[in-house]
């Protein structure tokens, strides 16, 4: 019971966002390389998709990874409740500076950029995991085609873009801090951790961004 009731604090809430934010970055870079298969071509990008939809693990792991994702959610909506009403006005003068502890633009825009990849990431469901069915020539689905043709669509190709960029702003911030606060960062490698965490958000987007990108005008 002290264990739960210690996640229930400030710090325990920042520990717990930490934690599942960092889950979340992984099943990120993993997803990444899924659809980066595409530039293998269609084959490949399908086999690897029906091999995870065969893989009878995936269901509890969906499952693991939603909780994840709402506990993420909901401890950092509490967090963001309780900065407010310690902090009910707004700071006058804004510092933007590089450190994780100070203002930056990814941190002042935190619930904004998480509410839209909330947002996103039901979309993105809707899209592609729920979306219309095709038969691939080996009897599995082909996500393939699919991704073609939603990517065929300048309007998807846009919203697509804005949302992994705005991800890309979220783990910014998101990265580093969470490493500060699960109290991995030492004091002297700081400024390091900050450039670790703004390179890995810059190499997720772009791996992202680039495949609406290819598939609109090279496919």
């Known amino acids: 019971m ?8 400030s710090v325990g809430t920042k520990i717990l966002i930490g934690l599942t934010g960092l889950a979340l970055v992984g099943f990120l870079i993993f997803h990444l390389a899924g659809n980066l298969l595409l530039f293998f071509g269609p084959v490949e990008y399908n086999v ?6 065969d893989n009878p693990l995936v269901v509890p792991a969906e499952i693991g990874l939603l909780a994840i994702f709402l506990l993420h959610v909901y401890k950092a909506l509490v967090n963001w409740g309780r900065n407010l009403l310690a902090r009910p006005h707004d700071y006058q003068i804004h ?18 950029s998480g509410t839209v990849t909330f947002a996103f990431v039901a979309w993105h469901l ?9 038969q691939a020539g080996g009897g599995e689905r082909d996500l393939y085609r699919l991704l073609i043709e939603v990517f ?32 991995l960062v030492p004091v002297a490698w700081t400024r390091a951790f900050l450039r670790t965490g703004l390179t890995l ?11 609406p990108i290819w598939i609109y005008f090279f496919l």
Do not use: N
């Not at 002290?2 to 604090?9: A, F, M, Q």
């Open 95 to 112: 510092k933007w500076a590089g450190g994780a502890s100070r203002k930056t633009l990814g941190s002042t825009t935190m619930i904004v």
């Open 2 to 9: 002290k264990v739960l009731d210690g996640l229930g604090t």
């Open 152 to 183: 065929h669509e300048p309007i998807y190709v846009v919203l697509y873009t804005i949302c992994m960029v705005i991800l890309g702003l979220h783990l910014r911030h998101g990265v580093s801090s969470a490493f500060q606060s699960l109290g």
């Open 48 to 53: 690897h998709a029906q091999e995870l939809i």
């Open 201 to 211: 958000a810059l190499l997720i987007t772009a791996g992202f961004v680039v495949i």
């Open 126 to 134: 809707v899209t592609f995991k729920y979306g219309p069915y095709y």
